[in-house]
T-cell receptor, first 112, second 113 residues
Framework: EDQVTQSPEALRLQEGESSSLNCSYT??????LFWYRQDPGKGPEFLFT???AGEEKEKERLKATLTKKESFLHITAPKPEDSATYLC?????????????FGTGTQLKVEL | DVKVTQSSRYLVKRTGEKVFLECVQD?????MFWYRQDPGLGLRLIYF???????EKGDIPEGYSVSREKKERFSLILESASTNQTSMYLC????????????FGPGTRLTVT
């Protein structure tokens, strides 16, 4: 069974305090790993797609990396506006189609 | 920019009522999806559609049905709402099956009393 596990469940940082969020996965036939940001009461907002081990993507203070078993979302010098829940999802091929399997997210709070 | 809209942000219905949740996307995407999101369980796929008039069951289809008569519109139907269907419902679209990323609407918070 495909599984996606995110850690930690919650993270509190001071403004400027860099850290990383983890997404580990056990799937058969990975066809992409996705990171989303979700603000309270809103739908997830797409951030990155990673396809192969060693790949990296960056956007402002965020950098996503991928290995064969996990992905990291590095947050450099975070600001309060980076506070959100970060979701990762994996795309696997299921007979005739494909879908995303989501982790339960890491709730990030950045304080002044 | 991809825009996915959902008919209601908040909805309160009574047990046994038939409930329609509407989703519209404006980017000519082929694929559309319905998820529900519950604390501690994450997003779970209810149904998806590859194209007009096509539908596939997701992981938790029981108690739900869908309709896709036009490419831009995907409806989720709760035939007889129950309290365990109280949840946040999220619609998403994707350009084609060859693309991975899905784009989400703002969500509908449904409460069944």
């Amino acid at each position: 069974e495909d599984q996606v596990t995110q850690s930690p469940e919650a993270l509190r940082l001071q403004e400027g305090e860099s850290s990383s969020l983890n997404c580990s996965y056990t799937v058969s036939g990975l066809r992409g790993l996705f990171w989303y940001r979700q603000d309270p009461g809103k739908g997830p907002e797409f951030l990155f797609t990673l396809y192969s081990a060693g790949e990296e993507k960056e956007k402002e203070r965020l950098k996503a990396t991928l290995t064969k078993k996990e992905s990291f979302l590095h947050i450099t010098a975070p600001k309060p506006e980076d506070s959100a829940t970060y979701l990762c999802a994996v795309r696997v091929l299921t007979g005739g189609g494909n879908k995303l399997t989501f982790g339960t997210g890491t709730q990030l709070k950045v304080e002044l | 920019d991809v825009k996915v809209t959902q008919s209601s942000r908040y909805l309160v219905k009574r047990t046994g009522e038939k409930v329609f949740l509407e989703c519209v996307q404006d980017m000519d995407h082929e694929n559309m999806f319905w998820y529900r999101q519950d604390p501690g369980l994450g997003l779970r796929l209810i149904y998806f559609s590859y194209d007009v008039k096509m539908k596939e069951k997701g992981d938790i289809p029981e108690g739900y049905s869908v309709s896709r008569e036009k490419k831009e519109r995907f409806s989720l139907i709760l035939e007889s709402a129950s309290t365990n269907q109280t949840s946040m419902y999220l619609c998403a679209s994707r350009r084609t099956s060859s693309h991975g990323e899905q784009y989400f609407g703002p969500g509908t918070r449904l409460t069944v009393t």
